[in-house]
């Protein structure tokens, strides 16, 4: 069972390079490897690599050195039409496994260049390998002349960035200055920062991780690097076929708490979305009033009406493998008082979302121990927190992270690089999703899901809701994919899930 891949920072990832390198694997034989992975993505993306018109761009840096190593390989094992190497640093600048692959390079039958030729303003591809993820600040002289005429000079090529698109950030998901537009990223051994958090992760086109031979042991282990990227290998045992002698009672009974006079849809769309995501049984509790109109949506819903008082509720909450509240329920006095009572006394899972979040804002959070999975829009999580949504926005992870150790909840903060945040301070970061989202209901198709798949696996609750947010997320983008983004509603994401489905289990073959 795969584990999410983990987030590293750049001084995380220099660490584990050097532990490699103690460990018996030279430097310059990483780089090797290194420029094998993206010459891989090249042949797999770009063939006939030989018909293809190739510039690669090198700094002075590592970064650089990878570079120079991919032009040797390109070159020796594909023979392209046209293949030109520009150095925008002096050859005594070099890092020492640079000035060695610039060698191998000559060897090879290559020379660099200083400077771009009006040949090669017509590439077709452009390997970007200027600057690496440990930039600091805005890119500066050579290396921004650089990045501006990769952005302005070449109209017909495709730019794959070796490592980070240069002029961004590894530690920042900011970018610090200009940056060249990559149209694809190959980055080694695990995501950093600025390729898993937005606005820096929409800035790396299609984006690939690859080993070059550092052991997950090396940095698998270390309880500090307690950030972790979501991946199709880390939740496809969530999707495992079932085996033939399955029975609905073996994948849970989910009990939904939701709806209100006006907002039967909001109490539908969460059961419908528990039993497309796989509960064996879901039970719907709400008003009597709207009762009809919720069961009318799908004949496999069970309703019943909520009960006269809280105790009433928690009793039959009892019943099932476990619980979710919110979506359209309103926040009235007794809501209020019955959603807090909940909280507080249900000796089972609870998922928190929508009206029930609100309805707990200012609570003590004093629960029975069991498993709460609390899920705000950022707009909750300011009226959770007493911060401003704009505070919220400019440290996501900072402020999930608190929120979920501080009251032993796992917090899922959604939005574009949704943040899941667990009790024991580990963070984990979605990176699906669409802006065909933005509509009402998408939320409660998640707070469905997420009960759906948690009742399913309640020893795994942390997987469980990963993958509800990662399909939810990957339904969103298919559906864009199918019917563009704007006449996408809500609903729309159920058609898909099998899609995500096959997607995240192909992936993970």
Request: aromatic fraction near 4%; proline fraction near 6%.
């Amino acid at each position: 069972m795969s584990n999410p891949k983990k987030i590293l920072t750049v001084a995380q990832m220099n660490a584990v390079d050097r532990a490699t390198i103690a460990a018996g694997i030279p430097g310059i034989i990483l780089m090797e490897n290194a420029a094998h992975r993206v010459v891989e993505y090249v042949a797999e993306h770009f063939a006939p690599v030989e018909r293809q018109r190739i510039v690669v761009v090198c700094g002075k840096g590592n970064n650089g050195g990878d570079g120079l190593a991919i032009a040797r390989i390109l070159n020796t094992r594909f023979e392209p039409d046209f293949l030109e190497v520009v150095l925008i640093a002096e050859p005594s600048d070099l890092t020492a496994d640079a000035v060695a692959n610039l060698a191998m390079l000559r060897a090879s039958g290559l020379r660099e260049r200083r400077e771009f030729t009006p040949e090669s303003r017509e590439a077709t591809l452009l390997i970007d390998a200027v600057l690496g993820t440990g930039l600091a600040g805005p890119a500066r002289g050579a290396a921004l002349d650089a990045i501006r005429t990769i952005n302005s000079g070449f109209p017909l090529a495709k730019v794959v960035a070796v490592d980070i698109p240069s002029g961004l950030a590894g530690d920042s998901p900011a970018p610090p200055g200009e940056y060249v537009r990559a149209d694809a990223t190959v980055t080694f051994t695990a995501p950093k920062i600025c390729h898993a958090l937005p606005p820096a992760r929409g800035l790396m086109g299609d984006l690939r991780i690859a080993a070059i031979g550092s052991p997950p042991s090396i940095y698998d282990d270390d309880a500090s690097m307690r950030l972790a990227l979501i991946t199709p290998r880390s939740i496809a045992s969530v999707f495992a076929p079932r085996s033939r002698d399955s029975n609905k009672g073996r994948y849970g009974h989910v009990f939904i708490i939701a709806g209100s006079r006006g907002k039967s849809g909001a109490a539908a769309m969460s059961g419908i979305a528990a039993l497309r995501a796989g509960a064996g049984l879901v039970t719907v509790a709400c008003p009597e009033s709207v009762l009809a109109s919720v069961a009318a949506f799908s004949p496999e819903l069970m309703t019943e009406p909520v009960a006269e008082t809280a105790s009433g509720v928690i009793a039959r909450a009892e019943k099932f493998t476990l619980c979710a509240i919110g979506p359209g329920i309103g926040t009235e006095d007794a809501t209020r008082a019955m959603v807090r009572t909940l909280y507080r006394t249900l000796d089972k899972p609870l998922i928190v979302d929508a009206d029930a979040l609100n309805c707990m804002a200012g609570s003590d959070w004093k629960s029975s121990g069991a498993p709460r999975i609390l899920t705000p829009h950022p707009g909750e999580m300011s009226r959770l927190t007493g911060l401003s949504i704009p505070e919220v926005q400019a440290d996501r992870i900072g402020i999930a992270r608190a929120f979920a150790t501080g009251r032993g909840v796992t917090l899922v903060l959604k939005g574009e690089g949704t943040v899941i945040a667990f009790p024991d301070g580990r963070v984990w970061i979605n990176t699906t999703g669409s802006p065909a989202m933005a509509t009402g209901g998408t939320g409660d198709i998640l707070t469905g899901m997420t009960a759906g798949l948690a009742a399913q696996f309640p020893k795994d609750l942390d997987r469980a809701t990963a993958a509800a947010v990662y399909l939810h997320g990957l339904a969103g983008e298919i559906a864009a994919r199918h019917l563009c983004e704007q006449p996408v509603i809500a609903t729309d994401l159920l058609r898909y899930l099998s899609e995500g489905i096959r997607a995240i289990t192909n992936v993970s073959h």
